[in-house]
């Protein structure tokens, strides 16, 4: 979910007025989850490298998230969704990690998923994913796999980048050996659920041959 910032700045306003803006396309997003075929949405909601931001931001995006999961994690419960968390989360602060547990505790029984990332990088995950295989006996696939944050989650088919960047940015490097990758130029905030209906189509239309002819 790229160009928060951007979007701001092309109206001369704050960031942080970019990252409200792009919280509420997540919540439409998530909204229209009911009318689509997707299992499981996965969102880059913040990685391990958006530390090196300035304080202030930072600090807005922790509040952003604090204020969404209490606001909106009744219409979670309702609308049968379940929450999973990527990343190292139970680093952030001790009243965010605790609203997270509570939040994984009342939607573990949804039937459609809603992932988020949150203090999350590829590297990092995959880094810590081969540690624990090692610790098991000799590093296979599988055993990387099953230690990865998504492992009980389904395979990654679609990954979507908006804001006309053309780059993963350390996001589910594993996942996406094979997935099919969609990069769009429109800022985050202004990303629609008919843009993902969009994708969805497009994706329809692809050959996936994993590999083979």
């Not at 994984?104 to 880094?127: D, F, K, M, P």
């Not at 055993?143 to 780059?167: C, M, Y």
């Not at 993963?168 to 990303?191: I, K, R």
Request: aromatic share 8%; glycine share 6%; with cysteine.
């Amino acid at each position: 979910m790229d160009g928060n910032g951007r979007w701001a700045k092309r109206r001369h306003l704050p960031r942080a007025m970019g990252h409200r803006k792009g919280v509420e396309a997540v919540r439409e997003l998530v909204r229209s989850l009911k009318d689509t075929p997707v299992e499981c949405l996965t969102l880059y909601a913040f990685s391990s490298e958006n530390w090196k931001r300035p304080e202030e931001e930072v600090d807005d995006l922790m509040n952003l998230m604090r204020k969404f999961i209490k606001s909106d994690l009744p219409e979670f419960i309702a609308n049968d969704v379940r929450l999973h968390i990527l990343g190292d989360w139970r680093s952030l602060a001790p009243d965010i990690v605790e609203m997270l547990e509570d939040a994984l505790a009342q939607t573990a029984q949804g039937s459609r998923t809603l992932a988020v990332a949150l203090n999350y990088g590829a590297h990092a995950e995959i880094t810590q994913a081969a540690r624990k295989a090692a610790a098991e006996g000799e590093i296979s696939q599988e055993l990387i796999e099953r230690h990865l944050f998504s492992a009980d989650l389904p395979p990654l088919d679609l990954l979507i980048r908006t804001s006309g960047e053309v780059r993963l940015s350390n996001f589910l490097l594993w996942q996406a050996a094979y997935a099919e990758m969609l990069f769009l130029d429109v800022l985050w905030p202004d990303f629609t659920p008919d843009h993902l209906t969009g994708a969805l189509a497009e994706f329809a239309e692809r050959e996936r041959r994993f590999g083979g002819r």
